[in-house]
Nanobody, 124 residues
Framework: QVQLVESGGGLVQPGGSLRLSCAAS????????MGWFRQAPGKEREFVAA????????FSADSVKGRFTIARDNTTNTMYLQMNSLKPEDSAIYLC?????????????????WGQGTQVTVSS
């Protein structure tokens, strides 16, 4: 069992930056691939970025490439999403997810555990 808690969301102006964190419970964090997803009001949940168990392989959605960076620290059981050059269309609830087995994927159905999410609002 893994419990995930996101933090770091808030209100930011267009062009600004935020860093989201996802803290995981348990001693087996290193066995899980991790991902970030987001959901805006009235829209379906969508993939943002994912990272494998070691942090050696990452990939992200085209809409955030070059602006968002995913990373993890297996010594502190924490995953991060550094978001730069934020746009109003990035506004959403951001959720982190964990997948057993360590192989990252953009398919949300393959993730086993989810956090409650943190709100990101990009507005002037």
């Amino acid at each position: 069992q893994v419990q995930l808690v996101e933090s770091g969301g808030g209100l930011v102006q267009p062009g600004g930056s935020l860093r989201l964190s996802c803290a995981a419970s348990g001693r087996t964090f290193v066995m899980y691939a991790m991902g970030w997803f987001r959901q805006a009001p009235g829209k379906e949940r969508e993939f943002v970025a994912a990272i494998d168990w070691s942090g050696g392989r990452t990939f992200s959605a085209d809409s955030v490439k070059g602006r968002f960076t995913i990373a993890r620290d297996n010594t502190t059981n924490t995953m991060y999403l550094q978001m730069n050059s934020l746009k109003p269309e990035d506004s959403a609830i951001y959720l982190c997810a964990a997948r057993r087995g360590g192989v990252a994927t953009m398919n949300m159905e393959w993730y086993d555990y989810w956090g409650q999410g943190t709100q990101v609002t990009v507005s002037s």
